[in-house]
């Protein structure tokens, strides 16, 4: 797995003038975050906990180049001009004041399959220089990932027919970050089961519930109803059992592993895949 390109705001860092040099500090983090008690249920829900951050360093010399052209300017003062203009975009461009950052990659997987990427960071520390010359600095910036993952940048969908169903998920790591929308053309209690972990969910549609649009958000535990006109928080006629991780989705674990059986209806998955 390579990186092809690194964003700061949808920025790409490397330029003419920045010799960026992508690399990562690969570490097992732990998870933060505790679970819950859902009221009326029994025992805890799994919460789907943000892992504890992690570091990213990459090294980025910065020269005297144009940054469109990457043409050096002639002479010493315009040099030294030109440099420190260089040196204040980069520092511009990672430190924003008073909010994170969305840091994006671009990955490269061996198969050739491209993934677009992100989390939310922060840099931690100053910019210091480390000056080669008079118009050429090095330094290392320390970006620090508010939850020790990277997502896809796009929300997953699929529709789940009666039957069984595989899900393919990407990423390196389990995902539970996932909602279905229902619907059924009948009355009757309409089951969603994860083959692979044992965990199932239930919703007792009435004749008065047809025709409108439930979603279950499994990493929030939250069960809302849409008639089409008004969103009703509906807890009461949905249940749920098995593992406490709350239909926890597994990453490219082959043809098989993410079947889903759904006994009516309609259900549509949204998700995002979770790389580590």
């Known amino acids: 797995m390579t990186w092809d390109t690194l964003t700061v705001d949808g920025v790409d860092l490397a330029r003419p003038d920045r010799i960026v040099e992508t690399f990562q500090v690969g570490a097992t983090t732990s998870w933060r975050g505790s679970n819950y008690t859902v009221p009326g249920k029994s025992g805890t829900v799994w919460v789907e906990k943000p892992r504890d951050t992690v570091t990213i360093p990459l090294g980025v010399t910065v020269t005297c180049a144009d940054p469109e052209t990457g043409v050096d300017p002639s002479g010493l003062d315009a040099k030294i001009a030109q440099f420190n203009q260089n040196w204040n975009d980069l520092v511009s461009l990672v430190k924003p004041r008073r909010r994170q950052i969305a840091l994006g990659k671009r990955i490269s997987l061996p198969d050739g399959v491209e993934h677009e990427v992100f989390d939310a960071a922060e840099l931690a520390g100053p910019v210091a220089q480390s000056r080669l010359n008079a118009y050429t600095a090095r330094t290392v910036l320390n970006f620090e990932l508010e939850d020790g993952c990277w997502f896809d940048n796009d929300i997953s969908t699929h529709t789940l027919v009666t039957g069984a169903n595989y899900v393919p998920v990407s990423g390196t790591t389990d995902t539970s970050s996932l909602k279905v929308d229902l619907l059924v053309s009948a009355a009757g209690t309409q089951t969603l089961t994860n083959e692979s972990t044992g965990v199932s969910f239930s919703y007792v549609w009435t004749a008065s519930r047809v025709g409108h649009t439930v979603t279950v958000d499994a990493a929030n535990f939250t069960v809302r109803r849409f008639d089409g006109?008004?969103?009703?928080?509906?807890?009461?006629?949905?249940?749920?059992?098995?593992?406490?991780?709350?239909?926890?989705?597994?990453?490219?674990?082959?043809?098989?592993?993410?079947?889903?059986?759904?006994?009516?209806?309609?259900?549509?998955?949204?998700?995002?895949?979770?790389?580590?």
């Open 229 to 276: 006109v008004s969103l009703f928080t509906s807890l009461s006629p949905f249940s749920h059992a098995g593992d406490a991780r709350f239909m926890v989705l597994d990453p490219d674990a082959g043809e098989g592993t993410n079947e889903l059986t759904l006994n009516m209806g309609t259900a549509t998955l949204s998700y995002r895949g979770a790389w580590l």
